[in-house]
């Protein structure tokens, strides 16, 4: 019987809000045993005396395959994104790539403190993509769910692509049946339809209807981004077709109604927010406390790190600090400013933790840290300029904290990151052929026309100007 005591930290359980408790933690064979004070036992001791110890951090949305692609989205629209990303960068991804993306991803998650994340993987070109995909999160240690793309990539180097037009669904039954056939593993089987609100009805209901023939851990679905929605009520027609339940995960959804946010809380089904996106690219004001207010099961999502940073602090602030300046506004708007500021900096930390759990229907494993619960652990040190002092351990999380503070990470009670450095990775090495796959993508993308795609590609978006 393996067993951890963590010591001494400002514990967050997040059980009963982000309340402070000085205690230690004992974990055995991968599970809180106990919280409690001066615990004492035979086993490996974690020192976090006066560091603040947290569940691991929830991201509900990211395409991690584009880790290869950093910082090529700075200044894109969803538009040039759609075109650029989907169409071009994508199309150049050999199944080495894609493993390379989801380990070096997943890994530079869990530096993040991130113990679970939703893969919305979209990058699946040939079979053998949806195999490394899935691959790549496995080996880095991570909790996540592994959604099965079905979007057309279509290749512009040579690739075995089966013949059989229905191949990715064939594909994504046997990667259930075989890679990912335990629901209870550390990587468990979820899907994503090609394009929710882009395709037709019935394609999507059809994929709906195969993701839970093949019992999905989450179905992750675009939905609602802003003017792009195209006016699709998709909310609304599942209700139609009775095919609304707590397995799909609406992502971004900043142009719900009421009516669609309270049919979503009525059927259990969750929504991830990812505002980095949603500022940027023109999708609408981030949907996060709107949804919170009607019940939603809401959590956070990081999205894209081909843009935006991989880790929950900058999304915790973003959803925060904007959601306040809209407040605000309201009282500008009458000349009058307010006396109390709203939402609390606790609101997202929630959201980054047991609300990133509730939306993917995993807040009796993970999410708050309980007896009986995964030791999903992350350990944050207030030693560094920046987090010196911090009274008040929410504040310092959600508006001072950066990765590089994130100094031990326990998945499933094994430790994943220890002394700010993460365990059983030879980064030299693995940075070597990582930055040979992305040269070698962004080289490929270099021979694309992109004016002729954009023109192209640009008729389906009609509301652009």
């Not at 990715?168 to 990587?187: C, N, P």
């Not at 839970?212 to 679905?221: F, M, P, V």
């Not at 792009?228 to 209700?239: G, P, T």
């Not at 959201?351 to 944050?380: F, H, P």
């Amino acid at each position: 019987m393996t067993k951890t005591i963590i010591k001494g930290g400002r514990v967050l359980t997040m059980t009963d809000g982000a309340k402070e408790k000085r205690a230690d933690i004992l974990i055995e064979n991968g599970r809180i045993a106990d919280i409690a004070p001066d615990i004492t036992a035979d086993a490996e001791v974690i020192d976090a005396t006066d560091d603040i110890v947290i569940p691991g951090f929830v991201d509900t949305h990211r395409h991690v395959w584009q880790t290869q692609l950093r910082t090529v989205a700075t200044d894109w629209s969803l538009f040039d994104y759609f075109v650029e990303m989907r169409l071009s960068y994508s199309t150049f991804y050999t199944a080495e790539d894609a493993y390379l993306g989801n380990y070096v991803g997943a890994l530079e998650a869990l530096d993040a403190g991130i113990t679970t994340l939703v893969d919305h993987c979209h990058i699946l070109n040939t079979p053998e993509h949806a195999e490394e995909a899935a691959r790549g999160l496995q080996d880095s240690g991570m909790r996540a769910i592994f959604c099965y793309g079905t979007f057309p990539n279509e290749p512009r180097v040579p690739m075995e692509v089966p013949d059989d037009p229905g191949w990715r669904h064939k594909t994504a039954r046997e990667l259930r049946a075989h890679r990912l056939s335990d629901s209870r593993g550390l990587v468990r089987f979820g899907f994503a339809p090609s394009e929710a609100e882009a395709m037709p009805f019935e394609e999507l209901a059809a994929e709906i209807k195969l993701a839970r023939e093949l019992d999905a851990g989450a179905i992750s679905l675009h939905a609602a981004m802003g003017s792009y929605a195209f006016d699709a009520h998709i909310v609304e027609n599942l209700k139609k077709e009775g095919l609304l339940g707590p397995d799909l995960l609406f992502v971004h959804g900043s142009a719900f109604t009421d009516l669609e946010l309270d049919l979503i809380r009525e059927t259990g089904a969750g929504i991830s927010a990812t505002p980095e996106t949603e500022l940027q690219m023109g999708m609408g004001f981030p949907v996060a406390h709107r949804a919170h207010a009607h019940g939603v099961r809401t959590g956070l999502g990081i999205d894209i790190v081909s843009n935006y940073s991989g880790d929950m602090f900058l999304p915790m602030r973003l959803a925060l600090q904007s959601t306040r300046a809209l407040h605000n506004a309201e009282f500008e708007a009458r000349k009058r400013a307010p006396a109390v500021i709203e939402p609390k900096a606790e609101s997202v930390l929630r959201m980054a933790t047991i609300g990133g759990a509730e939306a993917i229907n995993m807040q009796k494993e993970i999410g708050t840290l309980e007896k009986g619960k995964s030791a999903d652990i992350a350990i944050i040190s207030t030693d560094a300029i920046h987090m010196t002092p911090s009274f008040d351990p929410v504040g310092a999380l959600v508006m001072n904290a950066r990765p590089s503070d994130i100094s031990t990470v326990l998945v499933n009670g094994k430790v994943v990151k220890r002394d700010g450095k993460l365990t059983g990775v030879d980064w030299p090495a693995l940075r070597s052929r990582f930055a040979a796959s992305a040269n070698r993508i962004m080289e490929g993308f270099r021979t694309v026309d992109i004016t002729a795609t954009a023109e192209a590609t640009r008729p389906i978006m009609p509301h652009l100007e």
